[in-house]
C-alpha cells in the first residue's frame, strides 16, 4: 500500500517546517530522484507536497553526458 510508505510521514514533516518558517504556500520545492526510483513513488511524493499546499513543483534531472 502506498500509504505505508516509509518516506511520507519525514516528508510531510519537513513540508510543515518549509511552510511554518516561509509562511508561503508559492514557495518551490524541488524534487531531485534516482532514475532507478520506481516512478509511482516518485508520483506519491509529489501527490504528498501538493496535499501539503504546494503546488510549484519542480523536478530536477541531470543530463547524461
Known amino acids: 500500500d502506498e500509504n505505508d510508505w516509509n518516506g511520507t510521514v519525514s516528508i ?3 513540508l510543515r517546517d518549509i511552510k511554518n518558517k516561509n509562511n508561503k504556500l ?3 520545492i524541488h524534487l531531485k530522484a534516482d532514475k532507478n526510483l520506481d516512478y509511482g513513488r516518485v508520483m506519491h511524493v509529489v ?3 501538493n496535499l501539503a ?3 510549484k ?3 530536477v534531472t541531470e543530463l547524461n553526458q
Open 12 to 14: 510531510q514533516l519537513r
Open 26 to 28: 508559492n514557495t518551490k
Open 53 to 55: 499546499g504546494f503546488y
Open 57 to 59: 513543483v519542480v523536478l
Open 47 to 49: 501527490k504528498t507536497i
